[in-house]
């Protein structure tokens, strides 16, 4: 079974700065992909990054990167010069060789002015 | 440009009572499935079907049904609402390549009495 963690339940990052949530996983399978999705307080699902296990560079999608560390099962989400509309629910969430998507907790991060 | 569209937005029952949340997409995404999230324990798969006439459990199928008639449609059964099933529903589609997005619905805040 696939499990993913998100050890920070909550984190405070000041405007214009960059935060990273933390984000391991635990799976066997050779194959699988990391996703990072986004919930404003709005409540909505907004996809953010994808990071396939056999991609070789770390996934950028504008301010958002993710730090793929394959050996210690970790996918990083870096969000850099953080704005106010930044202030959300992240959620870090992985699929392997099934057509299940697992998701960890979320991390809640309130940027400050 | 609908996406995938889940009714009702809120609802409330009696324990005991029954009733659908409705989902449909018009992607022609294969892959559809209901995910439940409550607070601390992100979100967990409750029902998923690959394609038409395909269902199988995730991890917290008890006290749910589904069925896949269609390739647009995926409803929710509640059998005999319980309080434990108090919980914000969402619905998410995506196609067979598993380095696809998942689509989410809007969710469906229910609560039960």
């Known amino acids: 079974a696939q499990k993913i963690t998100q050890t920070q339940p909550g984190m405070f990052v000041q405007e214009k700065e960059a935060v990273t949530l933390d984000c391991t996983y635990d799976?066997?399978?050779?194959?699988?992909?990391l996703f990072w999705y986004k919930q404003p307080s709005s409540g909505e699902m907004i996809f953010l990054i994808y990071?396939?296990?056999?991609?070789?560079q770390n996934a950028t999608e504008g301010r958002y990167s993710l730090n793929f560390q394959k050996a210690r099962k970790s996918a990083n989400l870096v969000i850099s010069a953080s704005q106010l509309g930044d202030s959300a629910m992240y959620f870090c969430?992985?699929?392997?060789?099934?057509?299940?998507?697992?998701f960890g907790a979320g991390t809640t991060v309130t940027v400050r002015a | 440009n609908a996406g995938v569209t889940q009714t009702p937005k809120f609802q409330v029952l009696k324990t005991g009572q029954s009733m659908t949340l409705q989902c449909a997409q018009d992607?022609?995404?294969?892959?559809m499935s209901w995910y439940r999230q409550d607070p601390g324990m992100g979100l967990r798969l409750i029902h998923y079907?690959?394609?038409?006439?395909?269902?199988d459990q995730g991890e917290v199928p008890n006290g749910y049904n589904v069925s896949r008639s269609t390739t647009e449609d995926f409803p929710l059964r509640l059998l005999s609402a319980a309080p434990s099933q108090t919980s914000v529903y969402f619905c998410?589609?995506?196609?067979?390549?598993?380095?696809?997005?998942?689509?989410f619905g809007s969710g469906t805040q229910l609560s039960v009495l």
């Open positions: 998410a589609s995506r196609n067979r390549d598993r380095g696809q997005k998942l689509f």
């Open positions: 799976t066997s399978d050779p194959s699988y992909g």
């Open positions: 990071q396939g296990s056999y991609d070789q």
């Open positions: 969430a992985m699929r392997a060789y099934d057509y299940k998507l697992s």
């Open positions: 992607m022609n995404h294969e892959y």
């Open positions: 079907s690959v394609g038409a006439g395909i269902t």
